[in-house]
């Protein structure tokens, strides 16, 4: 059986102001038409779908638009929620949305209801999650088993936990470990787990937002020892934990610090012993991301950055005096410029006085005003500038005397 585990779509997301709807789009597209060629049997989608708990109906209309493209395609869904979704909203008519294909697993009610299906040559075909009932016929089960996210404060009583990740998480693989036991009888079960958490070893991005302080929602890798594969979510790097344990990452980058990602997602192919191969799947952006370094002049005129041109660009100046109109002539070369900072070479943390300490050794009002430009851009007022400046006060002090 072949599996395509994908997550943290993120629909409805914003990057830097700059809408996605688009490229979620264009991705989503992409992976329909994989889905076709490849003849995927089951989708994986490991949760976040939405970006945020009450998505816009632009937003809904997409994923139903993704749904239906997937089932369309010949393939079935199995879907958990994330952080960022609303497992209750996004866990709406689950019942009847069952009988089309697509399978919603947001509560914990339903940790220890699989979607089963058979391992025969016809492909993803779903039985009862009653009982392996003619499992003797059919051969060999793949469960798909989904956890949703699981806050614990919210959680930790219905799985009679401790109220943090580790336990909350270890009792839902329990109840799924203790289901998965009976269902190994007169038929050989084989087990995938989606699950939307923090395992450890796994490395974060600037998108994702933290599942608790201090590190403390990470869960240890031995938890998800057992099964023929886990599908993990949150994580928006694609990344191996375990030949058997992996992160798919999120479709799209949502930040400058998932530039150098390779984003896509993971095809599982799943054999009636259980063994599974494990293959990288590549999506094509619509937009490069370009993370720039360097003093303005050379990064106008090098045409090593070229290739940025067209892409969405966080840029980093280094010039020792904050040069003028450094947004706008930068986006005469690189108009998707989004993001920019200032880092002056030479200038140590030792030399940087605090704006209050600057206050504080100003003289007089056009001192405070001289100090302020000084500390916002590295250099001091010149002639001209000191001439308006004192030009302003005085006229600010007239007005007053006036009233």
């Known amino acids: 059986m072949r599996l395509l585990h994908t997550s943290d779509w993120h629909l409805g997301r914003s990057f830097h102001g700059v809408g996605m709807l688009d490229a979620q789009r264009g991705i989503i597209d992409q992976l329909v038409e994989f889905v076709r060629e490849q003849s995927v049997d089951v989708v994986l989608i490991a949760g976040d779908v939405y970006d945020r708990a009450l998505?816009?109906?632009?937003?809904?209309?997409?994923l139903d638009d993704a749904?239906?493209?997937?089932?369309?395609?010949?393939?079935?869904?199995?879907?958990?929620?994330?952080?960022?979704?609303?497992?209750?909203?996004l866990g709406?008519?689950?019942?009847?949305?069952?009988?089309?294909?697509?399978?919603?697993?947001?509560?914990?009610?339903?940790?220890?209801?699989?979607?089963?299906?058979?391992?025969?040559?016809?492909?993803?075909?779903?039985?009862?999650?009653?009982?392996?009932?003619?499992?003797?016929?059919?051969?060999?089960?793949?469960?798909?088993?989904?956890?949703?996210?699981?806050?614990?404060?919210?959680?930790?009583?219905?799985?009679?936990?401790?109220?943090?990740?580790?336990?909350?998480?270890?009792?839902?693989?329990?109840?799924?470990?203790?289901?998965?036991?009976?269902?190994?009888?007169?038929?050989?079960?084989?087990?995938?787990?989606?699950?939307?958490?923090?395992?450890?070893?796994?490395?974060?991005?600037?998108?994702e937002r933290e599942l608790s302080i201090g590190g403390l929602g990470a869960v240890p890798l031995d938890l998800f020892e057992g099964f023929a594969y886990t599908a993990l979510g949150?994580?928006?790097?694609?990344?191996?934990?375990?030949?058997?344990?992996?992160?798919?990452?999120?479709?799209?980058?949502?930040?400058?610090?998932?530039?150098?990602?390779?984003?896509?997602?993971?095809?599982?192919d799943i054999g009636p012993d259980g063994a599974t191969d494990v293959s990288e799947v590549l999506w094509r952006a619509p937009r490069e991301l370009a993370v720039l370094r360097g003093r303005l002049a050379e990064l106008l005129e090098s045409p090593e950055h070229a290739w940025a041109e067209t892409a969405y660009c966080q840029v980093t100046l280094t010039d020792p005096v904050r040069p003028p109109q450094a947004m706008e002539r930068l986006r005469a070369r690189f108009p998707d410029t989004l993001v920019?900072?200032?880092?002056?070479?030479?200038?140590?943390?030792?030399?940087?006085?605090?704006?209050s300490s600057r206050l504080a050794e100003a003289q007089d009002d056009l001192g405070v005003c001289c100090g302020f430009l000084d500390h916002v851009r590295g250099r001091s007022a010149d002639v001209r500038e000191t001439a308006v400046l004192r030009e302003a006060l005085e006229a600010v002090r007239l007005e007053g005397a006036e009233l």
């Not at 929620?81 to 609303?86: A, E, F, T, V």
């Open 55 to 62: 998505p816009g109906l632009d937003v809904v209309k997409l």
């Open 67 to 89: 749904l239906v493209g997937i089932t369309g395609a010949g393939a079935k869904v199995v879907l958990t929620s994330g952080n960022h979704d609303s497992a209750i909203r």
């Open 92 to 207: 709406f008519a689950s019942r009847l949305l069952e009988r089309g294909g697509v399978h919603l697993r947001t509560r914990i009610e339903d940790l220890d209801s699989p979607v089963l299906f058979s391992l025969g040559e016809q492909g993803a075909q779903a039985v009862s999650a009653e009982a392996p009932t003619g499992a003797e016929e059919s051969g060999p089960l793949l469960a798909v088993y989904g956890i949703p996210y699981l806050e614990p404060r919210l959680v930790a009583g219905k799985l009679e936990a401790a109220a943090n990740h580790f336990d909350v998480t270890e009792a839902a693989l329990q109840r799924i470990r203790t289901d998965l036991a009976t269902r190994n009888g007169s038929a050989t079960v084989h087990a995938v787990v989606l699950a939307h958490t923090f395992a450890s070893g796994g490395i974060s991005s600037d998108s």
């Open 234 to 268: 949150h994580l928006h790097g694609r990344q191996e934990l375990a030949p058997n344990v992996r992160y798919s990452g999120s479709p799209l980058a949502y930040s400058f610090s998932e530039a150098r990602h390779r984003k896509g997602a993971w095809l599982v």
């Open 340 to 355: 920019l900072g200032f880092e002056p070479e030479g200038r140590t943390e030792k030399g940087k006085a605090s704006y």
